[in-house]
């Protein structure tokens, strides 16, 4: 079928646009009638268009049996044009695709093999599944405080000591733009005879240049989970699972997806996909060029301003980064004494400007092909404008963050049995020894500082705790304020 298609085709957009010419009206859902019922006061905010373009896929877009194949077409068409066997489309996230990835490869009673800085997602998914996850140690910067990919040589190592395990996963591109030795891991896992999953949630723009990082799919990887929303050019929720070779059963991992998904995905969110593949294809290595000169010089104007240091080369090397994507940036603001979230709330208030990423000492940047000057000078002179003004800004409470070994905390159960089993709630001061029933993540970027079935200790606790006052956010934990912890009844 894939010598057949034509990457010119955009199968959801033709289909939206016929769905219109055709004058179509359906008795069924949504129930908004293409924007007809939709009250004055929400168009003039969202318009009419969202809703005249939200029409049911099967029934609605193409007939009760989908004869017409717009899915599966789309699909292919992505296929073909990253390099993949065969990919499937999500409306729910690269959160459930990576659920539904790791269901896929290793079932609901076997284990895997994973770094401990995985986005909650990941850990979501052993709490759904029952797996046994055997972490990698990532390789962390006491210094900055930020943790990068494992190495080939620390999969090996966990995989001689697992050989048993079902299969493995890496995050690359990390939050913070930095990129694992894909093609190493994958080979590590080869040997075995298991696959190798790519959390690549911020890498959907990867196969459409060779100025980015190594692709997963042309690394080896056996399935690779993009979201289009983050680095391309789609609807927030938009999500491609990619697989390649014959490591992991595809027709099996579609079930997955199909079981864990919506069954009444937003056409909205597969035509922007759809949209976006055919705009890579036809102008993605031009754009992509454009924008990497744009961020380079941005990074540049950025280095020049007092007080805000780019990282660069010091996150690659030996003990970090195999890889950087040149469209993303890190900024160090300790200089300017005030924390990251002092820096993100600042330009929110005074220049209107949000960014992705903030901690206690950094900011995210990340460039897409659709900035210009115009944007990249408004967030310059907002950066300058921050470090005026630094000094004016409270001291920071400081977040007392422990030495990276005492970070990596003992796992003691499986992470489905301490969420499911009998728990309580008790006060923080108590909570050092006990087994964590919930997770709790810093978010932005989601990474979990404790995830259900580790053992809590004072350190990590107190390191959560300062974070709170210095403007960290715990979206997941019962009590928010960290006052109380939930906790295995033992």
Not at 19 to 38: A, K, L, T, V, W
Not at 362 to 380: E, K, N, Q, Y
């Amino acid at each position: 079928m894939s010598d057949e298609l034509d990457q010119a085709d955009a199968p959801f957009l033709d289909a939206l646009r016929d769905y219109h010419g055709r004058d179509r009206y359906g008795f069924s859902p949504p129930g908004h009638r293409q924007g007809r019922g939709i009250d004055a006061d929400t168009l003039a905010v969202l318009g009419k268009d969202p809703f005249r373009d939200d029409v049911l896929e099967s029934g609605g877009l193409d007939d009760r049996t989908s004869s017409n194949g717009y899915l599966p077409t789309a699909e292919a068409l992505m296929a073909q044009a990253v390099h993949a066997d065969t990919v499937f489309f999500s409306t729910c996230g690269s959160s459930l695709s990576v659920k539904a990835a790791m269901l896929a490869v290793a079932g609901v009673d076997g284990g895997i093999i994973m770094p401990r800085d995985a986005h909650k997602s990941v850990t979501a998914g052993l709490v759904f599944s029952g797996l046994q996850p055997y972490w990698v140690t990532p390789r962390f910067d006491a210094d900055q405080h930020i943790s990068h990919p494992a190495s080939p040589e620390d999969y090996r190592a966990v995989w001689q000591e697992h050989p048993d395990a079902a299969g493995a996963l890496v995050v690359s591109p990390t939050p913070y733009g930095t990129c694992a030795d894909i093609e190493g891991i994958a080979a590590v896992c080869h040997e075995f005879g298991k696959p190798l999953i790519v959390d690549e949630a911020w890498g959907a723009h990867l196969p459409f240049s060779e100025l980015l990082p190594t692709w997963a799919m042309n690394a080896g990887a056996d399935v690779c989970v993009t979201s289009v929303h983050k680095m391309g050019l789609g609807f927030e929720q938009g999500s491609v699972l990619h697989l390649k070779g014959d490591l992991v059963d595809h027709d099996h991992l579609w079930a997955c997806a199909d079981m864990l998904m919506t069954t009444s995905p937003n056409v909205l969110i597969y035509a922007a996909m759809d949209g976006w593949r055919r705009h890579m294809v036809r102008d993605g290595a031009g754009l992509i060029r454009s924008a990497v000169d744009l961020a380079d010089r941005t990074r540049d104007r950025i280095e020049a301003i007092d007080g805000i240091h780019v990282l660069r080369d010091e996150l690659l090397g030996a003990e970090a980064s195999h890889q950087l994507d040149p469209m993303r940036m890190l900024l160090d603001v300790h200089e300017l004494g005030i924390s990251g979230y002092q820096g993100l709330d600042w330009l929110r208030e005074h220049h209107r400007i949000d960014l992705g990423l903030s901690d206690h000492r950094h900011l995210g940047i990340d460039i897409s092909v659709a900035d210009d000057a115009f944007t990249t000078d408004r967030l310059v002179h907002g950066l300058e404008s921050l470090a005026a003004s630094a000094s004016e800004l409270p001291r920071s409470p400081e977040v007392r963050i422990p030495d990276p070994s005492k970070l990596l905390l003992e796992s003691v159960v499986t992470p489905r049995r301490a969420f499911f089993g009998e728990c309580e709630n008790v006060p923080a001061e108590e909570a050092a020894g006990r087994i964590a029933a919930e997770q709790a993540t810093p978010y932005p970027p989601g990474v979990p500082a404790y995830v259900p079935g580790e053992r809590l200790t004072a350190e990590v606790i107190d390191y959560l705790r300062s974070g709170l006052e210095a403007g960290m956010v715990l979206p997941d934990p019962t009590d928010g304020s960290l006052g109380t912890i939930r906790v295995m009844v033992e």
